[in-house]
């Protein structure tokens, strides 16, 4: 790393997969516009939905999800129910659609839902919102608890795509952050999907976790080539024990440090990339007949609340507690008190808690953020046009840029912004010169590497 780049390294950065990022939510904008912006999706637009389940069986040190482990089914059952009754309340509130092009379901662990409340869970969905031909059905999973049972009702469910957290292979890596998952687990995983017809397996890694060394890392990745990942996510650790309260059982001492974590991350990706994965935006990797290879290629290559995406939904629906829905007017985020979220959706209203209307300013600035963190590179003049904006409206960022150029994170040519190979994992750090409301709150953000 060079050392002009230190100290932008350490600051904090949003990760943009929103802009405005959820960090500008307020509670001014909640129900009446999630009703009203819902209402007025088009017949002839198609639809993503996003399940979220947050619960794991065991939490790891690492992870800032929302999540939490339910000591047995009842508390999944009964969030389970609701999550049935928000499905029904958010396809009363849609105006007609085109059905959907893309159901997700995150956490925690879909996983540790039942096989039989899973398939029931998707079809109630598709009932609900109709579907879209080739749906994608993609679901994440903790390796450790994926049953043959679960397996088989994926299968039947129709899901194609899924996405394996491996983080890491070394066992002393795996101890120190509370995750124990042998390799053998992990294969034997992949082949039971593959045997009932999932072919599409993502795989989450991670750098920068205590212990952890630039050979761990490029042993993951050359697992993932080898079992013939689909995607990979290649995630630093971000160490936020203020916001997620079971990192502090993380020994801080056994962190890399800040230049160990950039070797871990350039040995990470030059291994995948060596291997002939497709580099995706900023931590994506993609094999070169992937659709998210396609994309980036085609230049329709999307980022939103996961991550980088060929989905080109305007419309995303969040459903289950802290699930960002997105609209073409704005975003709302359903409550985090699975109290409130219930409450709201057994009254029949949308649990939307908070939110923000998008400005005309906003939407140029997402633009061009989006652009340059799938691309690596923006053309503001463009930009302005296509987004009917004044010429020169993105001056101000141009002029932030400027100064960054100068420490060799990115290179400005007329009015194309780009950012080299080499400051790849700095262009968070980039793309916050387009953001016009960024504030610089230390516990809000991951640092940039």
Known sequence: MKQAWKTFATRPVPRYTSYPTAADFSPRVAGDEARAWAASVTPDAPISVYMHVPFCEKLCFYCGCATSVP???????TYLETLHQEIDVWAK?????????????????????SAEDFKALVAHAEEAFGTQPGMEVAVEVDPRTLTPDFIEAMA????SRVSFGVQTLAPKVQEAVGRIQPKELLVDGIERLRAVGIHAINMDLMYGLPFQTVEDVVEAARFAAEMGAARVSFFGYAHVPWFAKHQSAIDESALPGLEERFRQAEAGAAALTGAGFHAIGLDHFAAQTDPLTRAARGGTLRRNFQGYTDDPCDTLIGIGSTSISQFRQGYVQNFKSRTAWAAAVEDGRLPSERGIELTEDDRLRGRAIEKLMCQLWVDVDVTCREMGAAPGALDDALETARFLESAGLCRIDGSVVSVPKESRLLLRTVAQCFDGRYKPVEARHAKAV
């Open 71 to 77: 000591n047995g089914y009842r508390r999944i059952g």
């Open 93 to 113: 509130a849609l105006g007609p659609h085109a059905g959907m092009a893309h159901l997700h379901f995150g956490g925690g662990s879909p996983n540790a839902l």
């Open 156 to 159: 039947e469910a129709g899901v």
